[in-house]
């Protein structure tokens, strides 16, 4: 029997396959590292981020290349494997 995969999205996606760095924060405002990353797909509400090395932070943010300055708020939803993560834009 097929299974069949039904999109719940609110946002559909858009691949992008962009360059983005997420800027981990410390305590306040203070930033505690940054990690490259490739910005698999987005949507309206989300992304798809796969990491160059673990994330365990549950809140980040990210900066996509092309959009210099323009930081969007996450927090983790998903956690596929690997370094992947899927994220809600706060």
């Given at each position: 029997m097929a299974k069949y995969y039904i999109e719940q999205r609110r946002s559909p996606r858009v691949e992008i396959n962009a360059s983005g760095t997420l800027i981990l924060l410390s305590?306040?405002?203070?930033?505690?590292?940054?990690?490259?990353?490739?910005?698999v797909n987005?949507?309206?509400t989300g992304a798809l981020i796969q990491a160059s090395a673990a994330v365990e932070d549950e809140?980040?943010?990210?900066?996509?290349?092309?959009q210099p300055g323009?930081?969007?708020?996450?927090?983790?939803?998903r956690r596929p494997g690997g370094n992947r993560l899927g994220v809600a834009f706060l």
């Open positions: 305590q306040g405002l203070r930033v505690a590292g940054a990690i490259p990353c490739t910005v987005v949507s309206a809140q980040f943010y990210l900066e996509v290349e092309g323009k930081l969007q708020s996450c927090r983790v939803v």
